[in-house]
């Protein structure tokens, strides 16, 4: 199984995000995803930089897809999805259909991000046919689903031309509006947002009326507040043919996370997840808010 | 402009129909369709008692196959899309690519609209379900501005719907697992949001606090109007303040736009609410018929009656509506 590091889902000053990479380079990941997915008003990293970036990681033995947008409603975002599509050198992680189109009419690979709503083995037929190489599992989907569309796959035969990714660290990213939370919670208007995102890198905690952490917002994305976490199903994942798992980008502590799923792909031990602030449920088809510890598991 | 009016039942269908609605949509009695709600939708013989009094009508029926079929379970939603071509329905709505293909494949002539679920917010995508599966008509996700539809309207290959009142889903439609997080269960995949059966009302002294599956949605003071607690609309603390975090319980209502709507080249107006009450689609139906009957008979002297408006607002959400992203006061 390979590792990917995901785009990075929040916004981060220009050096922070040139710092961060330095530091990735030199961990066991075997894929980086390097891209703005979330909001086109963050522009603290250019296309030029980002291929800058992708040649330099590339040359570190990473191999490199370009990210684009998830939510395009202007004209001035397809153009600039189209830049990002005609890159020349990068494989493109499309996370809407614009992509797909605007890759396929190109005849161009793609990987299907996460937002791509793949629920089927029809569908995914759908995309290997325009040339899809990965895709990236919508995040509330189980192993069940899983082996099911894995399944699918091997009778239309057509499992062995794809690849499968599946969303296994981070906080999970959930919903996606026009409308900015970020600056709703400090009563800003999204055209004078004043990219007030730079000041949450790990995004903003909204809790319950009794404290309980239930979301975090991310400017335009709603993401969980608990950790995805599915170092402790690495086997299980190996043993229903995932290729890639996907860890998304913490500010603090992603190469100890990159270490652990290094080490757990291995077979060597690894510590057990806290399952304070942790969640696993979408895998095990429960809530995606649950967390089922190891003991759970063995339970079963 | 088409009125395409919601038939959540049989009563709500004949409503809808007697009250003007140029088409009915409506789902099967499974999480084929996105309001798959208990006592909600058709089978068997109210099925073919609706379409037939639909037909008698000239009211067009859209069947919404919806959802996105779960790989489990495939052959329900195949199904589906077999027996809506067999009832010779006027459209199916639909979302899911591998669904369209089979569509495509089997019933070349059964015509195909691209449902709000499948979030095509730009020309690009709709040049590729268009493409691809030969749609003849897309509903807009609630998240464009005006503007911005009626820029997507000039470079749409197809038709376009949109929405133009009901409840408001804040979300990007189709790219929401909001409910799922919490409760198991989405609008993607059982066509629920926020479902009934993880919803519980409980007082604690002067309070009424609601919650899904455990997480405490909001807390109503006596005398507060308490809202069904949607997760988007529920009360939340960020920074330590308290507020609507992601949405107020509001309804849209674009009724100001429909000069805008029809000029920009908009084909269909679509009315939300198929878990909506019978006298609620009466209602709704009935003014929204008397304003677009209004607008053709004198496009430029248009304007909204005070009675329509009133009757709108007190069946809204919170007894308020908003132009919604149409207007984007937030923006």
New interface residues.
């Given amino acids: 199984m390979k590792l990917s590091l995901g785009p990075i889902l929040y916004y981060w000053p220009r050096q922070v995000v040139m710092d961060y990479y330095e530091k990735m380079a030199s961990t066991a990941v075997d894929i980086i995803y390097l891209g703005e997915t979330v909001c086109s008003k963050r522009r603290e990293m250019r296309l030029h930089d980002w291929l800058e970036l992708a040649d330099h990681l590339t040359k570190q033995g990473k191999q490199v897809v370009l990210s684009s947008m ?6 001035s ?2 153009k600039s ?1 189209r830049r990002i599509c005609d890159n020349g050198d990068y494989l493109v992680e499309a996370n ?7 890759l ?1 009419e190109r005849q161009l690979p793609f990987v299907a991000g996460p ?1 791509i ?1 793949l ?9 290997v046919e325009q040339q899809m190489r990965r895709w990236v599992m ?3 989907l189980s192993r ?2 899983l082996q ?2 894995h399944r ?1 796959t091997e009778e239309m035969d057509i499992r062995h031309r794809f690849e499968t990714e599946v969303f296994a660290y981070g906080r ?1 990213p ?8 970020t ?3 400090y009563g800003l ?3 004078d947002c004043n990219l007030i995102c730079l000041q949450h890198p790990q995004g ?9 952490e ?2 975090t ?1 991310n400017g335009i994305q ?1 993401q ?1 507040a608990a950790l995805y976490d599915l170092r402790e199903e690495m086997s299980e994942m190996k043993h229903e043919g995932v290729d890639v798992v996907r860890l998304s980008p913490t500010l603090e502590g992603m190469v100890e996370v990159i270490q652990a799923y290094d080490d757990a792909r291995h077979g060597r031990a690894i510590e057990a997840v806290r399952a304070e602030g942790q969640c696993n ?2 895998w095990h ?5 649950d967390h089922q510890s190891s003991d759970d598991l063995k339970a079963d | 402009m088409e009125l395409v009016c919601p038939a959540g039942n049989y009563p709500s269908l004949k409503a809808a129909v007697d009250n003007g609605a140029d088409a009915v949509y409506l789902g099967f009695k499974n999480e084929t369709n996105a309001r798959n709600f208990s006592g909600l939708n058709f089978r068997d013989r109210k099925l073919e008692q609706s379409l037939t009094y639909a037909r008698d009508h000239q009211v067009k029926v859209f069947i919404a196959i919806n959802t ?5 379970r ?1 052959q329900l939603w195949r199904d589906s899309i077999d027996m809506a071509n067999a009832l010779n329905v006027n459209a199916v709505i639909v ?8 569509a495509t494949q089997n019933y070349p002539e059964l015509p195909l609209h691209l449902s709000v679920q ?8 709709l ?3 268009q ?2 599966f030969n749609i003849r008509r897309a509903v807009v996700p609630r ?3 005006l503007s ?1 539809v009626q ?1 997507l309207v000039q470079h749409s290959p197809v038709d376009l719907e949109v929405f133009a009142f009901g409840s408001l889903c ?3 439609e ?5 409910s ?5 269960e ?1 609008p ?2 059982c066509g629920v949001c926020s479902p009934a059966r993880a919803v519980t009302w409980q007082h604690s002294g002067e309070v009424l606090e609601t919650r899904l ?1 455990n ?5 109503f003071e006596r005398g507060e109007n308490a809202g069904y607690p949607t997760l ?1 609309k ?6 330590e ?3 609507h ?3 107020e319980p509001t309804s849209l209502n674009t009724m100001d736009l429909i000069p805008q709507l029809a000029a920009s080249g908009i084909k269909a107006l679509k009315i939300e609410g198929r878990q909506r009450s019978p006298a609620y689609v009466a209602q709704v139906v009935s003014v929204w018929r008397q304003a677009l009957d209004a607008y053709y008979r004198a496009p430029a002297d248009f304007r909204v009656d005070g009675v329509w408006k009133q009757t709108l607002k007190n069946v809204s959400e919170g007894s308020q509506t908003t132009l919604g ?1 149409y207007s ?1 006061p ?2």
């Fill in positions: 998830t939510l395009l409603e202007a004209e975002e397809l999805l809407d259909m614009s992509a797909i189109q605007i396929a937002f709503n629920y089927n083995s029809p569908a995914l037929k759908v995309l919508p995040v509330e069940l689903a099911a569309i699918g999970l959930l919903a996606y509006s026009a409308r900015c939370f600056a709703r919670a208007a999204k055209d903003m905690n909204v809790k319950s009326q009794d404290q309980q239930v979301f917002l709603t969980s449920g979408y088809q429960g809530c995606g808010m | 996105y079929p779960q790989a489990e495939w979302a899911d690519i591998g669904l369209m293909e089979y499948a979030s095509a917010t730009n020309h690009e995508s040049r590729f379900y493409q691809h998240v464009l501005s911005q820029n804040i979300m990007s189709g790219r929401c697992h909001l799922s997080y919490v409760t198991g989405s993607n995949m599956n997480v405490l949605i909001d807390r988007c529920g009360r939340f603390e960020v920074n303040r308290l507020s975090v992601l949405e992203a984007r937030w923006q």
